[in-house]
């Protein structure tokens, strides 16, 4: 220590002087640390002892047990699946693995679907138009006060109300009043609406049979999507030099739509589609959307979009007026002010919340067991129900929802963090 | 709670079985001494009920009546083991379970035995801890389909659309038919019956598919339009539908097996609900022993010797059981007679 004292307003609080901890309990660390080792003692102990009292029960029962039956063959039906399954020679572990992929395809998509409606429907209640106010707010108060189970039942029970296969739905035959017309006139040259078919077996969709003409259009867009890239950086750079900010959305268009267009007419214009074609029981051909998919899909993004749409009203709302008249005594329009000073702002109310919306879809999506979509509970249910292990089942369960879960949590978490006032 | 329904609650009371044997001690304590030697009986005699496990859904099988008393060979199945126990067959109380609940709620104590159109494999045996006492149904897969759809027989079906319950045998059943004629189709699996059958008749599915029996008696209680379906020829699987209990009480699985052999032998022997009572001063070695005149039959079990009477006054003989149940959803009685009639119904001497 130097003679000269340190002033406190400069340099940092002084550090409390180090002492040797002392084995008395007196001294607050030797009891903090005696708490800590009678506490960790006890939870340990309550988990040994459940641990083995189950193992103990199992074994009197003549029950089996462990995870050996993962690398059994499964020989279980699975109705859809995003990775090939064979079930006289895949596993249970596979089965389940599918049962995740299920999992997160309808709660990824879920997500994103249900934020984009759940945005528009909070900004649409904030609207000065008395008939869009209402309409959202009616929209909002519906989905949340029906339980989603009931929702879920309502929109596969109406799926199913579409006809059969050989009676299909046509999309084009739909559309073919005098409004889409035009539509129709484009589009049929193409057999594309003829192609999309709505029956009670899903959603029979064309799909773009690829080519190599199609890897030069790809190609033209990805360069397309990186000189748009660095044009915007231009455009900011200039922006701060000059205040003037060179127009983006010519290039934009120029470079996303124009180009692939020309790479695609160079080659001829060409544009196949696999359709969907009756053979037998079902359509054949073409991408498909199972009414279990669609139903679950539809009912959880409608019913979470409502919760949504709340959270994000709430912190709109929270910003304060005077940044609205701030921005307006600027000169900026409404939409501008929208987005560029309030969501922003209002993006830090919103994000905690909009956590636990996340992670409730997610664990809603194991409601698909009551409408026959296979996510991992309907394959773990059965998995367990075949070999009889339901510890483990259930064990399995918990896990892969936890750990979704979890994933979730520590990202949004890292995203709120990321976009936390910084303080200067 | 908003969002959370049937299939939650039940989802909930299998994770709560599954805690049950965490934190729960061992229920299988040694009989005592002064007890019957078997301690589910013991329980149910303090009880003063038979807890038994039935689907309460299928028509036939178990399903309430109008009054709300469980009908069907299921149900009857019940009455005869809570006669035989507790000697009333009132004494009976049924669980409804699910095909996904039923093996965990008899593992877990929750249910004394379990009476409901399950069947008898060596995995079910080997791995669950429980073992099948008779069986009083012996059954097949098969495949119920529209009558629009013109499918005669189940090979026409490549590439359809069918419906199943998910945790049965019936899906595995299909899963092998199919791999073994080299076809393919996509399953509809959802665990409510309910659910299942109205999927189905909206046409979701091609075929419904489950024992035939269960197929016979859905079609039958369409009423009217019962004509739209049809039942195909094919029948793709054995299913012999068991009477399950827990393994390590062999004093109570001889109980059950007993009580089946009583009603065969009564059937064998012309004895039925209305008559039994003629046959009290029957000659008849094998009748005196059923009837607990002579011999300590009952008491070998650890049962009151006319145990076997209160099982036929309570619910008849085999052949009763069936003509009351199953008769009248129009299926005939085929393999399910006793042996004597060309069926697999044997019982062993009661001696």
Redesign the interface.
């Given at each position: 220590m130097s003679a000269t004292a340190a002033d406190p307003r400069v340099t940092a609080a002084r550090k409390a002087p180090k002492r040797r901890m002392r084995v008395s309990w007196s001294d607050p660390r030797f009891r903090a640390l005696v708490w800590q080792f009678i506490i960790l003692g006890i939870v340990g102990g309550i988990v040994w002892y459940?641990?083995f009292?189950?193992n103990?029960?199992?074994a009197?029962?003549?029950?089996?047990t462990g995870f050996a039956f993962l690398h059994r063959v499964a020989?279980?039906?699975?109705?859809e699946s995003m990775i090939s399954y064979e079930?006289?020679v895949d596993t249970y572990g596979r089965a389940l693995w599918i049962g995740v992929l299920n999992t997160l395809k309808v709660a990824g998509i879920g997500m994103v679907l249900a934020t984009i409606l759940g945005t528009l429907i909070g900004i649409g209640r904030l609207s000065g138009n008395w008939l869009m106010a209402k309409l959202t707010g009616f929209y909002v108060e519906v989905m949340?006060d029906i339980?989603?189970?009931?929702q879920l039942?309502f929109w596969y029970?109406a799926l199913?109300?579409l006809p059969?296969p050989r009676q299909a739905w046509r999309v084009a035959e739909l559309m073919d009043g005098a409004t889409f017309h035009l539509f129709h006139e484009t589009f049929a040259n193409w057999q594309f609406g003829s192609g999309m078919l709505l029956s009670?077996?899903g959603s029979r969709i064309p799909i773009l049979n690829w080519e190599p003409a199609d890897n030069w259009i790809l190609a033209a867009f990805v360069v397309g999507a990186i000189g748009t890239f660095l044009w915007n950086g231009h455009a900011n750079r200039r922006q701060e030099a000059t205040g003037i900010r060179p127009k983006v959305w010519p290039v934009a268009f120029g470079l996303l739509l124009v180009l692939p267009l020309a790479v695609w007419a160079g080659f001829g214009a060409p544009l196949n589609f696999e359709i969907p074609t009756l053979?037998?029981?079902?359509f054949q051909g073409g991408g498909t959307i199972s009414?279990?998919y669609f139903a679950l899909l539809l009912g959880l993004v409608l019913?979470t979009a409502g919760y949504i749409a709340e959270i994000v009203r709430s912190g709109i709302q929270a910003v304060a007026q005077g940044q609205w008249e701030a921005a307006g005594a600027l000169g900026l329009r409404r939409g501008a002010i929208l987005r560029h000073i309030v969501l922003p702002q209002a993006l830090r109310v919103v994000i905690p919340p909009m956590t636990s919306q996340y992670l409730n879809l997610t664990k809603?999506s194991s409601?698909a067991?009551?409408?026959?979509y296979?996510d991992v509970?309907?394959i773990a249910?059965?998995t367990l129900?075949?070999?009889?292990?339901?510890?483990e089942g259930?064990a399995v369960i918990m896990a892969v929802f936890l750990t979704i879960s979890l994933s979730i949590s520590l990202f949004m978490n890292w995203y709120n963090a990321h976009i936390a006032l910084v303080g200067r | 709670m908003?969002?959370?329904?049937?299939?939650?609650a039940k989802?909930v009371a299998?994770?709560g079985?599954?805690a049950a044997?965490?934190?729960?001690?061992?229920a299988?304590t040694p009989a005592r001494a002064d007890g019957t030697g078997s301690a589910t009986l013991d329980a149910a005699i303090k009880r003063g009920l038979v807890q038994c496990g039935v689907s309460g859904q299928v028509p036939g099988f178990s399903l309430p009546d109008s009054q709300g008393v469980m009908r069907g060979l299921d149900a009857d199945t019940c009455r005869a083991i809570t006669a035989a126990a507790l000697g009333d067959a009132n004494k009976v109380k049924f669980v409804p379970t699910t095909?996904?609940n039923r093996?965990?709620a008899l593992?877990s104590g929750e249910i004394d035995v379990l009476s409901r159109s399950t069947t008898w494999t060596l995995?079910?045996e080997?791995?669950?801890?429980l073992e099948f006492a008779w069986v009083n149904y012996y059954d097949g897969t098969g495949f119920l389909v529209k009558k629009s759809?013109g499918v005669k027989a189940a090979k026409d079906?490549?590439?359809?659309?069918i419906c199943?319950q998910?945790?049965t045998s019936t899906?595995?059943a299909?899963?092998?038919y199919y791999?073994l004629h080299n076809m393919k189709?996509?399953?509809?699996?959802?665990?409510?019956l309910s659910?299942?059958q109205?999927?189905f008749l909206?046409?979701?599915c091609?075929a419904y598919s489950t024992d035939a029996s269960a197929l016979a008696t859905f079609r039958f209680s369409q009423g009217p339009k019962a004509a739209d379906l049809v039942l195909l020829p094919d029948i793709i699987s054995k299913e012999p539908l068991g009477v399950m209990v827990?393994?390590?009480d062999d004093k109570w699985f001889d109980l059950v097996r007993w009580t089946f052999a009583a009603m065969i032998i009564a059937e064998e022997k012309g004895i039925t609900q209305a008559n039994i009572d003629t046959f009290a001063d029957s000659k008849d070695p094998d009748i005196r022993r059923l009837l607990g005149l002579e011999g300590d039959m009952g008491k070998a079990l650890g049962l009151d010797n006319r145990f076997a009477y209160n099982v036929i006054k309570a619910v008849g003989n085999l052949g009763e059981m069936w003509d009351r149940n199953i008769t009248p959803m129009g299926v005939p009685r085929g393999i399910n007679n006793i042996w004597t009639h060309g069926g697999l119904q044997y019982a062993p001497p009661m001696r």
């Open positions: 459940l641990v009292n189950t103990k029960n199992l009197a029962r003549h029950i089996a020989g279980i039906p699975i109705g079930p006289s949340r339980p989603l189970l009931l039942l029970t199913q109300g059969a009670n077996r053979r037998g029981f079902n009414p279990e019913y809603n409601l067991v009551a409408i026959g296979q509970v309907s249910n059965t129900n075949q070999t009889g292990q339901a510890v259930i | 908003v969002g959370f329904g049937r299939w939650s989802t299998l994770a079985m599954v044997w965490a934190v729960g001690g061992s299988l095909a996904q093996f965990t593992q995995g079910r080997g791995n669950l801890g759809s079906m490549d590439g359809a659309t199943v998910p945790g899906e595995l299909i899963q092998d791999r189709f996509t399953p509809i699996l959802i665990q409510e659910e299942i109205a999927a909206s046409g979701r091609d827990r393994k390590g």
